[in-house]
T-cell receptor, first 116, second 114 residues
Framework: AQSVTQLDSQVPVFEEAPVELRCNYS??????LFWYVQYPNQGLQLLLK??????LVKGINGFEAEFNKSQTSFHLRKPSVHISDTAEYFC??????????????FGEGTQLTVNP | DAGITQSPRHKVTETGTPVTLRCHQT?????MYWYRQDPGHGLRLIHY???????DKGEVSDGYSVSRSKTEDFLLTLESATSSQTSVYFC?????????????FGQGTRLTVV
């Protein structure tokens, strides 16, 4: 079984400031890691994913995340945020066994609010 | 939107009535999932399907049933709706492989049980 903890439920920042959204996970097996973004009244859109290889993963809209196996973390960062980044962000893990496909376990979500 | 259509998009129903939500895909993905989204809980898996007529339970399956008679359609049924099932329901699809490991989500169905 896996679990995901997003350490901040709300993160308010000013426009052009850097931001970090924190995600820790636990699992008894190797996992794949994802960050999804949800804009108001919409579905979830993939920001980035870590499958293997380089621990620094770059995604869309200038976001990046770093996988840290020893700390079981996958924090999301952006060096300079825009008003349009205001959304809810979800960290998720999947163990990708054949019979479970991309069955995802999600964190509780972090609401990022970018203020002018 | 990765070719996923959820219907209806909004529904209000009374306690005790049956409700069926539909997810339709045009991508021929093998796997389909139903999640519910509630404040403070993120998304939680209700049921999923790994092929036609092949389904399995997720972590919050009580009170829900599913059916998949065709590759493109995955139905979620609440046999007797309760207020605790008021939520936003998302369908997702995937075809996991070496490079394609993400799930694609529909726009959601907002269900209110009164």
């Amino acid at each position: 079984a896996q679990s995901v903890t997003q350490l901040d439920s709300q993160v308010p920042v000013f426009e052009e400031a850097p931001v970090e959204l924190r995600c820790n996970y636990s699992s008894s097996v190797s996992v794949y890691l994802f960050w999804y973004v949800q804009y108001p009244n919409q579905g979830l859109q993939l920001l980035l994913k870590y499958l293997s290889g380089s621990t620094l993963v770059k995604g869309i809209n200038g976001f990046e995340a770093e996988f840290n196996k020893s700390q079981t973390s996958f924090h999301l960062r952006k060096p300079s945020v825009h008003i349009s980044d205001t959304a809810e962000y979800f960290c998720a893990v999947s163990d990708l066994r054949e019979t479970s496909g991309s069955r995802l376990t999600f964190g509780e979500g972090t609401q990022l609010t970018v203020n002018p | 939107d990765a070719g996923i259509t959820q219907s209806p998009r909004h529904k209000v129903t009374e306690t005790g009535t049956p409700v069926t939500l539909r997810c339709h895909q045009t991508e021929n993905h093998r796997y389909m999932y139903w999640y519910r989204q509630d404040p403070g809980h993120g998304l939680r898996l209700i049921h999923y399907s790994y092929g036609v007529k092949d389904t399995d339970k997720g972590e919050v399956s009580d009170g829900y049933s599913v059916s998949r008679s065709k590759t493109e359609d995955f139905l979620l049924t609440l046999e007797s709706a309760t207020s605790s099932q008021t939520s936003v329901y998302f369908c997702a699809i995937s075809s996991p492989g070496q490079t394609n490991t993400e799930a694609f989500f529909g726009q959601g169905t907002r269900l209110t049980v009164v």
